[in-house]
């Protein structure tokens, strides 16, 4: 989290940009200002908390429509004069009612990036009662053929054309294949940077 103490509202007569990103896609949701009281309050409640240079207040995104923006991590910039805070938003952030301000689309990819930390967490702590742990302890032969069988479903159920089936069973051999990426001590960036070099 943020030093406030380092951060410099002297550029801007008080005010620093402060940009939103979603921490689940990394999609930009808005850009707004802060003055050091504001990012004070940002910090102590855990919302993304405004000053509004028309009313010249303070203003709590979501305060009155609850789609709030819950803050996760705040970054300042090189210079210490504008902050990147990474949110999950409540609910839609553009008054609009679209999910970003610069009418970008949500989607969830990154999800996979989380997927695969909370996998390779499992592996260090094997919590009771999961899955996954039930997979790291009956080890890498059972994780390979859960790989396997499930490669097998995901070509049945392409060749019954059913959409639903089809989505259910990738979902199922991305988590296996997750899980034996991480068996294997390989990151699942590994996977991204090979394809990325292909093309």
Same mark, same amino acid.
């Given at each position: 989290?943020?030093?406030?103490?380092?951060?410099?509202? &002297?550029?801007?007569?008080?005010?620093?940009?402060?940009?939103i990103?979603?921490?689940?896609?990394?999609?930009?949701?808005m850009?707004g200002f802060m003055?050091k009281?504001?990012l &004070?309050?940002?910090?102590?409640?855990?919302?993304a908390?405004?000053? &509004?240079?028309?009313?010249?207040?303070?203003?709590?995104?979501?305060?009155?429509?609850?789609?709030?923006?819950?803050v996760?991590?705040?970054?300042?910039?090189?210079?210490n004069?504008?902050?990147?805070?990474?949110a999950?938003?409540?609910g839609p952030?553009?008054?609009t009612?679209?999910?970003?301000?610069?009418?970008?689309?949500?989607?969830?990819?990154?999800?996979?990036?989380?997927?695969n930390?909370?996998?390779k967490?499992?592996?260090?702590?094997?919590?009771?009662?999961s899955?996954?742990?039930?997979?790291?302890?009956e080890?890498?032969?059972?994780i390979?053929q859960?790989v396997?069988e499930e490669?097998?479903e995901v070509?049945?159920?392409?060749?019954n054309? &059913?959409?639903?089936?089809?989505?259910?069973?990738?979902?199922?051999?991305?988590?296996?294949?997750i899980?034996?990426?991480t068996d294997?001590?390989?990151?699942l960036?590994?996977?991204?940077?090979?394809?990325?070099s292909?093309?």
């Amino acid at each position: 989290m943020i030093d406030i103490t380092k951060v410099n509202f &002297s550029k801007m007569d008080g005010l620093i940009p402060a940009v939103i990103v979603d921490e689940s896609t990394d999609k930009m949701l808005m850009l707004g200002f802060m003055n050091k009281e504001a990012l &004070s309050k940002t910090i102590e409640i855990g919302k993304a908390t405004f000053y &509004s240079r028309s009313r010249k207040s303070l203003w709590t995104k979501g305060e009155t429509s609850g789609n709030y923006l819950i803050v996760k991590n705040i970054l300042a910039d090189c210079d210490n004069d504008s902050i990147l805070i990474y949110a999950e938003p409540a609910g839609p952030t553009c008054h609009t009612g679209k999910y970003s301000c610069f009418n970008l689309e949500k989607n969830n990819l990154n999800f996979l990036k989380k997927l695969n930390e909370i996998i390779k967490q499992r592996k260090i702590d094997l919590p009771q009662n999961s899955y996954t742990t039930k997979l790291f302890i009956e080890g890498s032969n059972r994780i390979i053929q859960k790989v396997g069988e499930e490669a097998i479903e995901v070509v049945i159920a392409a060749k019954n054309k &059913s959409k639903k089936e089809i989505t259910n069973e990738t979902a199922d051999l991305l988590y296996h294949l997750i899980v034996m990426l991480t068996d294997n001590d390989i990151e699942l960036q590994d996977v991204v940077t090979e394809l990325e070099s292909r093309h």
